[in-house]
């Protein structure tokens, strides 16, 4: 018997040698310096406002992996791509944070719904189908990663950096809604990274600006902040963002996850037995470039664990240099290096793009990616969506019906201004005066890009305040074009009757005109528990 043993062993290994030999990702490896395969870990940004030469340089002297697009203009961008990628030895893979799609780098797009949205949806088809609809767009413009979508659980209403970017406040549910976008985006063939492990949803500090912590045991971060993660996990997402979070209950040591070989290694590569490609939040963070030299923060995060680095803060030559200083001298193991690059240049060769460089086509690229159909199904995704959580005391269809109100003269409509003052809100109460009913949109109050800007002069709770103060003088039907946590915020009693919209973009607008005018009904659920209102409740 193991004379048989031995001589399938004998003849297998020469099987396997010639396979190994002449697998194109293993006879790159061979041909590649410490310095090139360091390169390959970095993904550097670019905009439309970054320096002529820069990027030229950073492939020629740092041999980078790839790039994450910031904002710039479609036809510059694929011109600029295709430049790129011919002076690159390695192809380079093209990424983006595109939570909402494309249009996030390339306003010109129409926004796909931002996740709270999505998390209205009565079921997950349709997130489904946004997730290919958006891969679709991405594969048009040349993106091959798609850094999201957030599956981090919004259970604090001041968060002041997720909110809207999650799928809602219930573990199951962002899971299970987190997964069809995520199955969505990879069938379409688009990588994914679910974001930010091991979990951003209830804190309140914003990462961009500090290191938020968060203070529970690890049953409940089991429960719930972990939870999306395992089942995304369980469900082959390719990618996995490690956020900047000090989480005691991991590590102890007060160590960013992003820089924590504990919670990286060995909770999630081993615990929870993740094989795929790691990858940094941006490395240029407050939450994490000030807990140590910027740049030694890449060298900190690749000793974690990660495969990939993210936007490092400048000087990106100098934290390239240190990583591979750290290697030609043992800091770190050859076969760790290897390990790393193994998996980006995989992704590349199943991104078809190992031996072939893309290119990006700039003729009808805006025409190609802004279709009808993609357009069209946008707004059925902002019909379905819209969410009744007080339905009016005036019927909404038929006879006697508020848009009869409304041509009659009896009911009125005023749109705030998103920079409202004292004087725009009289301004917007003396537009409707003497009718009946007073139907009033609300605007979001921040930018909706990162929510780091408020639109309006006013405070929040001054603007509710007011609104409050006038649904008791009228009967005020309020469309809520933001997200639900408005509720915790007005006194929803005073109100006739309100609806939810999520955001102010023409879609939604339209969409919660088609309800109020009883053209559509409202079937969307609450995707968080605000007001007094559980998760799931609708009033239609």
């Known amino acids: 018997m193991k004379r048989i043993i031995l001589l399938l062993m004998v003849c297998i290994m020469p099987t396997i040698s010639f396979a190994q030999k002449n697998d194109p990702v293993e006879r790159m490896m061979r041909k590649m310096s410490v310095r090139d395969k360091v390169g390959q870990l970095f993904i550097i940004n670019y905009g439309h406002y970054t320096p002529e030469g820069e990027i030229e340089q950073m492939i020629k002297k740092d041999r980078i992996g790839g790039l994450i697009i910031m904002e710039d203009e479609m036809v510059h961008y694929a011109n600029r791509m295709n430049a790129f990628q011919q002076q690159s030895r390695v192809p380079l893979v093209i990424s983006i944070d595109g939570e909402w799609g494309a249009s996030m780098r390339f306003d010109t797009l129409t926004q796909f719904p931002r996740n709270m949205q999505l998390g209205a949806l009565s079921n997950t088809d349709m997130v489904y189908k946004v997730g290919r609809a958006m891969a679709d767009q991405f594969r048009r413009v040349g993106v091959h990663i798609n850094y999201a979508p957030t599956i981090d659980v919004n259970n604090n209403p001041k968060n002041p950096v997720i909110g809207q970017r999650s799928f809602g406040d219930n573990p199951e549910k962002v899971a299970k809604y987190g997964a069809a976008l995520i199955r969505g985006m990879q069938d379409g063939g688009v990588w994914t990274s679910a974001k930010h492990f091991p ?20 049953a409940r971060l089991d429960a719930i902040e972990l939870y999306p993660f395992k089942e995304a996990i369980n469900q082959d997402v390719w990618m996995v963002m490690v956020g900047h979070l000090n989480v005691p209950a991991l590590d102890p040591t007060g160590m960013p996850s992003s820089l924590s070989y504990p919670i990286v290694t060995k909770l999630l590569k081993e615990e929870m037995g993740f094989k795929g490609i790691v990858v940094t939040d941006a490395l240029g963070m407050k939450g994490v470039s000030t807990y140590m030299p910027a740049e030694m923060v890449p060298l900190a995060s690749f000793k974690a664990g990660s495969d990939m680095l993210l936007m490092p803060a400048k000087d990106w030559h100098r934290s390239i240099r240190n990583v591979i200083k750290a290697v030609k001298s043992g800091e770190i193991s050859r076969e760790r290096l290897d390990e790393s690059v193994r998996k980006v240049l995989k992704m590349k060769q199943q991104l078809g793009i190992l031996e072939e460089k893309p290119f990006i086509d700039p003729k009808n690229i805006y025409e190609d990616t802004e279709t009808k159909e993609v357009v069209d199904f946008i707004q059925q995704v902002c019909d379905a969506s819209m969410t009744m959580v007080k339905r009016p005391s005036v019927a909404l269809k038929g006879e006697g019906s508020l848009a009869e109100l409304i041509k009659s003269g009896r009911a009125k409509e005023v ?66 074009m933001n997200n639900p946590y408005v509720l915790d915020q007005i006194d929803m009693k005073a109100f006739d009757g309100i609806v939810i919209g999520y955001s102010s973009v023409d879609q939604n607008m339209k969409a919660m005109r088609k309800v109020l005018s009883g053209q559509i009904e409202a079937e969307g659920v609450m995707p968080v528990s605000a007001g007094g209102l559980p998760n799931g409740f609708s009033a239609k």
């Open 415 to 480: 749109v705030l201004d998103k920079r409202m003052s004292l004087a725009s809100l009289d301004g917007a109460k003396a537009s409707v005066k003497g009718a009946e009913y007073a139907v009033v949109y609300l605007p979001e109050l921040r930018a909706p890009k990162n929510d780091f800007n408020s639109y309006s002069n006013m405070k929040p709770e001054e603007i509710y305040g007011f609104l409050s103060e006038w649904a008791r003088q009228q009967k005020v039907i309020l469309a809520v």
């Open 199 to 218: 979990g951003h949803g209830d804190t309140d500090v914003d990462s961009h600006k500090a290191l938020p912590t968060l203070p529970f045991d690890r």
